[in-house]
């Protein structure tokens, strides 16, 4: 990557106004857009979920733990795995301290369809104290579109079909896991899905990403390319070279 022109300060000042014009621009636009996500409608959750963890058996309604909101990130762990996903985990790395989300009456949690075993291995290693849920026992990851299996249900990932999938270069998505992001409103007993974004739409999670954005070289490699964090110093994480942008 080659570093931007010198410039006088003036120029500088000059250019930096400009983008901040531009900046101030995204910056509203994203603010509507968040606006119009607030408003979108809810729908009921009428199927029981069975969701397992190292606390035992959960159903959907328990992993908010008391709260009025749930963020669910879909891990996604293809079968066969032993190690977790590298961009999931790369993801999940980024994730702060809960106390302020917790604080704003919403629970943050995982979930994946590998079985608990492996789950709490991965867990483990990496040090993370997020509550992870194995959903292996129900069908959430294929109502969600997180898992494809076209003998269980038609593939969809992103809101896009198969033949649109396959179009777009989205092949990796047809069979098996994928990622994303669900959120979940209780009111009382009942539980309602507001939310659900995947692909791209889980960047809000990347502030490795964000902090990067702000640098004159950027995103120095596309997300599945962060080795595992305990692995720095090993080779895994020494090749810079890769095409930024995702």
């Known amino acids: 990557m080659a570093l931007p022109q010198t410039a006088s300060r003036d120029e500088w000042l000059a250019a930096r106004l400009r983008l901040l014009d531009r900046e101030k ?4 636009a994203q603010d509507a857009v968040t606006a119009q996500r607030r408003e979108l409608p809810m729908v009921k959750i009428d199927k ?3 969701f397992e963890s190292a606390a035992g058996k959960a159903r959907l309604g328990e992993l908010f733990e008391g709260r009025r909101q749930l963020i669910v990130y879909h891990f996604m762990w293809n079968d066969g795995w032993e190690e977790g996903c590298p961009s999931c985990s790369f993801a999940v790395d980024n994730v702060g301290r809960l106390e302020h989300l917790h604080g704003s009456d919403t629970t943050f949690a995982l979930v994946s369809r ?3 075993s492996k789950i709490d291995r991965w867990r483990a290693r990496m040090g993370w104290t997020i509550p992870w849920y194995s959903s292996a026992r129900s069908d959430f990851n294929y109502d969600f579109h997180v898992t494809n299996d076209e003998s269980v249900a038609p593939v969809q990932y992103n809101y896009k079909n198969r033949a649109a999938m396959e179009r777009e270069g989205l092949e990796y998505a047809v069979n098996g896991d994928a990622q994303g992001l669900s959120v979940f409103v209780r009111d009382q007993d009942a539980v309602f899905h507001t939310y659900s974004t995947y692909g791209r739409g889980a960047e809000v999670l990347l502030s490795t990403y964000h ?3 702000l640098t004159p070289l950027g995103r120095d490699r596309y997300v599945n390319q962060f080795p595992y964090h305990d ?5 895994a994480g020494d090749d810079h070279h890769h095409p930024h942008h995702h």
Not at 231 to 235: E, F, M, R, V, W
């Open 231 to 235: 692995t720095y110093g090993d080779g």
């Open 211 to 213: 902090y990067l954005d």
């Open 48 to 50: 029981e979920y069975e």
């Open 25 to 28: 621009e995204v910056m509203r």
């Open 114 to 116: 590998a079985p608990l």
